[in-house]
């Protein structure tokens, strides 16, 4: 079942999302990585920041969180984890299909570039990479992050964004 998560569930998402995150160590650069990935302190403030968490749920257990962010013009998806040992069932794609539904808006999706799996299933999903010097201007233009991450990350794109994109030319 997918679901609003609410406030009294803070420590799930949180947990979820620093399970499922253990799959970048590694990957991404070593000055990005850390250990919890994500703290409260920084979950607080995305929250605070307008991200609005939904979730997979099964059997009474959160196994999956995904967020959804207004920005300006555009919705941002943020921070799309499912616990590792149930990643690779379609909870993932089905939470993204849920929240690609509750806006008219474009939809952008930033991952780490290196992350190869991670840019596969967004495409899989209908997104679409955009161009290097567009992924840094969406990146200083929509997100919050340090120079290091925008030069270590890529942004998928959903058709409507090109469709717009494209008129405005």
Not at 69 to 83: G, N
Not at 145 to 159: G, K, N
């Amino acid at each position: 079942m997918i679901r609003l998560c609410n406030k009294s569930e803070f420590n799930v998402i949180l947990s979820v999302i620093n399970d499922a995150s253990k799959v970048y160590k590694g990957i991404i650069p070593a000055d990005c990585w850390k250990e919890p990935y994500m703290s409260e302190v920084e979950l607080h403030h995305e929250i605070k920041s307008g991200v609005v968490f939904w979730g997979y749920e099964e059997g009474r257990e959160l196994i999956g969180v995904m967020g959804i962010q207004d920005v300006q013009d555009i919705t941002l998806i943020r921070h799309s984890y499912v616990q590792r040992k149930r990643q690779n069932q379609g909870i993932g794609g089905e939470l993204l299909s849920y929240l690609c539904k509750q806006t008219d808006r474009p939809i952008l999706i930033g991952t780490w570039a290196d992350a190869v799996w991670a840019i596969k299933f967004y495409e899989k999903h209908d997104f679409r990479l955009v161009s290097t010097e567009e992924k840094d201007r969406l990146l200083r233009k929509y997100w919050s992050i340090p120079e290091s991450q925008i030069e270590t990350s890529i942004i998928l794109a959903d058709q409507k964004w090109f469709d717009i994109d494209e008129m405005m030319g």
